[in-house]
């Protein structure tokens, strides 16, 4: 059990509150995408040196396993959570809204891959660019998606997803990262 001290940083939230835990994922993917940004503007000067490897190898290691879980989270458990939480109902938005967001998901794995193959070449060591227009393709997709799932999404699935629901979801999401959360 996470315990948070007064004048200390809140706990991270768990499987125990997903829709919190999958908010504070797109906190952390803002920042691997601040990093990436960064790394672009460090390359020129210093190459692939040990500052360079080692975030190249951070932002790798983040978009490839905690937001390709993010994804799965949200298109295995959450959607079609809010789906059937809609069940009988008129539910052509919601699945517009659903429909809109596994695109984007798609979009954001095919801007992904180029960025990944030179992160790969900078985590081991050797020169790559990283185009300044393909990081903020990426980065500006991400900050919009992002917006997109904590104004429109959550907040309905906060709303029309029960307790019991959102406990299963907690626990595939557990389950997903080897019985840990976050």
Not at 10 to 23: F, R, T
Not at 43 to 66: C, E, I, K, N
Not at 99 to 118: F, I, N, S, T, Y
Not at 136 to 164: G, N, Q, V
């Amino acid at each position: 059990m996470a315990v948070s001290f007064p004048g200390g940083p809140a706990p991270a939230p768990g499987a125990d509150d997903p829709l919190a835990l999958l908010s504070a994922c797109h906190g952390r993917i803002a920042r691997q995408c601040a990093t990436l940004g960064r790394l672009a503007a460090h390359l020129p000067a210093h190459g692939s040196d040990a500052a360079a490897r080692t975030a190249a190898a951070s932002v790798l290691r983040y978009f490839d396993t905690a937001a390709a879980h993010h994804h799965e989270d949200e298109e295995e458990d959450l959607f079609p959570a809010l789906i059937d939480s809609m069940a009988g109902s008129d539910a052509v938005c919601l699945h517009a809204l659903v429909d809109g967001l596994v695109a984007e998901h798609r979009q954001l794995a095919r801007r992904w891959e180029p960025l990944r193959r030179a992160l790969s070449e900078i985590a081991d060591g050797r020169r790559a660019d990283l185009p300044a227009h393909e990081i903020k393709d990426f980065t500006d997709a991400y900050a919009a998606h992002i917006r997109r799932e904590e104004d429109e999404l959550l907040p309905m699935a906060a709303r029309l997803i029960s307790d019991d629901a959102l406990a299963a979801i907690g626990q595939a999401m557990k389950s997903r990262r080897g019985g840990e959360a976050g």
